[in-house]
């Protein structure tokens, strides 16, 4: 894992900026953004119940990843069958808010599926949120691994993936110091990279873009 100690802090503003970004957004969850606007004007700010926030299993699960990648940082399939062990004890506390793809998937995996065949179809954005922690993990080919291993777990649509892949590497570039390009960049180059890996091009491990804020 990426863990000098000059980046020590970077990866405490990751877990800390995933809470408080979960915590400041929860009380919009599910709802239009005109109707947010309409109720909840103003500034940003904790309001979720007189002007205190809380999290949800958004930063519940960053911090399993986090935990998980702790336990094994080296192996993705070893790393998700850490994650899955988690996934099943917090499932069995009975979690509010938790999304139905992943209750299935977490729901299969309490009745014996691997890792590996837990997952529904579903373009949800679970993955995704807990996707910024793999920032720690060097190197592209590596992230998208541990970041697919991840996303199975729960979701099995490719959008899915898309997206975890595309938070990932935004954290990562973010923790390197980088210049962040535009989400759409981001996105279009992991598509690509997708493609590329789907097609066997992966292997040598050349960037979509040779550009230096595209390959971290």
Not at 32 to 40: S, W
Not at 117 to 123: D, E, P, R, T
Request: glycine share 10%; proline share 6%; with cysteine.
């Amino acid at each position: 894992m990426n863990t000098p100690n000059n980046n020590v802090y970077r990866i405490a503003g990751i877990l800390l900026g995933a809470a408080v970004g979960d915590a400041l957004g929860l009380p919009c969850e599910a709802i239009p953004r005109r109707r947010a606007k309409r109720l909840l004007p103003g500034k940003l700010r904790h309001r979720l119940l007189f002007g205190h926030g809380m999290v949800s299993d958004d930063t519940e699960h960053t911090f399993m990843v986090a935990q998980s990648l702790l336990d094994e940082s080296n192996d993705a399939a070893r790393f998700a069958r850490k994650l899955a062990w988690r996934l099943r004890w917090w499932f069995l506390r009975l979690p509010p808010g938790i999304g139905m793809a992943t209750a299935k998937a977490c729901l299969k995996l309490c009745c014996g599926f691997s890792p590996h065949g837990s997952g529904v179809f579903s373009a949800g954005n679970g993955p995704a949120m807990r996707a910024a922690i793999f920032a720690v993990v060097d190197g592209a080919q590596q992230r998208a691994a541990f970041v697919r291993a991840s996303t199975r777990l729960t979701h099995t649509d490719p959008k899915a993936l898309t997206g975890a892949l595309a938070v990932a590497n935004l954290a990562a570039l973010a923790m390197q110091g980088d210049s962040l390009p535009p989400m759409e960049t981001i996105i279009q180059t992991t598509l690509i990279r997708q493609q590329a890996m789907k097609n066997g091009a992966g292997k040598s491990n050349r960037c979509a873009n040779p550009g230096k804020t595209m390959c971290p």
